[in-house]
């Protein structure tokens, strides 16, 4: 089932009726994958509802966030600086992008995580268990949608992208984000500039990997860009997650699927927005390269092949907003100065 969110500020200028995807994972499995595919073609975003990730987890979850994020500074600081994995304030990547926000970065492994929970937490192993158990549950729901994508795809192996995040070696990441609710409202107000300034919380960007998962509280502030450059907000809601495809799996559609491009604004004068997010990638020495089956003499491969660690030198010596995946196209791409 489609179902179109409320958009409101979409009812200006530029008239295309917009409704975000809202894809129910109870759906018969041929109608569910192809729902799933043409969202991933139209939007590379969507909702989902009925996914089955046990309430206990999530809320687990959200509480050890929140009473990291609750801590005073000096104490958060212990988990960081980030390296690009730890606890970070305002600085996102090391090429001087800035946010309203304060994270933390890990890495998936229970081993990196049970390290870094000695920092983070007071109750270090009561909070690797936490995330552990939330992780492997976005883990699966990554793994369920990637091979429903393969089977609406007809692509004879339905693993083909699901293997790459369950292989004991994937790169997968976790991220917890918090933006503090906007202060000096009224002097921000008066000023449009520090207004506009101040309420970036997390800039404009593409994710790199294969496919994202996406949960907050019940704060706004995310928004997706239409390929029309419109900018649509996501509106929240804490029993949904959402989806989005990463420039990973871009590449290995083709060019089918689009990466969608997001942003979060912080809007809210009074409670806090938190995210979590599981980003799906694969090993280090994985290639990442267009899946046989969607290249053909009409359709020639847009990239070329590299490996996840290519690509990952490449993204982390660049801005967030930077069209990383650009620098891949093959010269059979003849749209090279479009962007992303
Ligand atoms: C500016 C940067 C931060 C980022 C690495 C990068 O050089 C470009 C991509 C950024 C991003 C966006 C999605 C995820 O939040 C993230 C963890 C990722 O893999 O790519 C971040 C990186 C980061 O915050 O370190
Ligand atoms: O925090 C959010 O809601 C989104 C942040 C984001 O897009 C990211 O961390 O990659
Ligand atoms: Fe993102």
Redesign the pocket.
């Known amino acids: 089932m489609v179902v179109p969110s409320p958009t409101p500020s979409l009812r200006t200028k530029k008239t295309r009726a917009v409704g975000i995807p809202i894809i129910d994972l109870s759906l018969e499995r041929s109608v569910l994958s192809q729902k799933i595919v043409q969202a991933c073609e139209e939007y590379g975003f969507f909702k989902v509802v009925n996914h089955g990730v046990p309430r206990e987890i999530i809320s687990s979850m959200e509480k050890e966030g929140s009473d990291f994020f609750a801590k005073r500074s000096s104490e958060k600081q212990r988990a960081g600086p ?1 390296s ?1 994995f730890g606890y ?1 304030c305002k600085n ?4 001087g ?1 800035k946010g309203e926000l304060e ?1 933390l ?1 890990l890495q998936t492994d229970p081993a990196s995580i049970s390290e870094r929970s000695k920092a983070i937490s007071n109750n270090p192993s009561k909070f690797s268990c936490v995330v552990n158990d939330y992780i492997q549950a976005v883990r699966d729901l990554s793994c369920e949608i990637l091979d429903l994508i393969a089977e609406g795809l007809w692509v004879p192996d339905n693993s083909v992208f699901s293997k790459l995040i369950r292989d004991a070696h994937n790169d997968s ?1 976790f ?1 917890l984000n918090y933006y503090p609710p906007l202060k000096h409202f009224r002097e921000l107000e008066l000023s449009p500039k520090l207004n506009a300034d101040t309420r970036m919380g ?1 800039g404009e ?1 593409t ?3 294969i496919l ?1 998962i996406l949960r907050s509280n019940d704060v706004g502030g995310l928004q997706i860009c239409l390929d029309d450059g419109l900018w649509v907000p996501v509106l929240p809601d804490p029993n949904v997650f959402c989806v989005f495809v990463g420039d990973a799996l871009k590449a290995m559609t083709n060019g089918r699927f689009v990466s969608a491009s997001h942003r979060v604004l912080v809007t809210n004068t009074i409670k806090p927005r938190m995210s979590t ?1 599981y ?1 799906g ?1 694969p090993p280090l020495d994985a290639y990442i390269s267009p899946i046989p089956e969607l290249v053909s003499p009409q359709k020639p491969s847009l990239y070329k092949h590299f490996t996840w660690s290519e690509f990952k030198k490449t ?6 907003g ?1 069209c ?1 995946l650009d620098l891949f196209k093959t010269l059979m791409c003849s749209d090279k100065t479009s962007s992303c």
Do not use: K, W
């Open positions: 980030p690009p970070g996102i990547g090391f090429n992008d994270y970065l990441c991220r997390f960007h994710d790199p990997q994202t997010i980003f990638a993204f982390y010596s660049l801005r967030l930077d990383r």
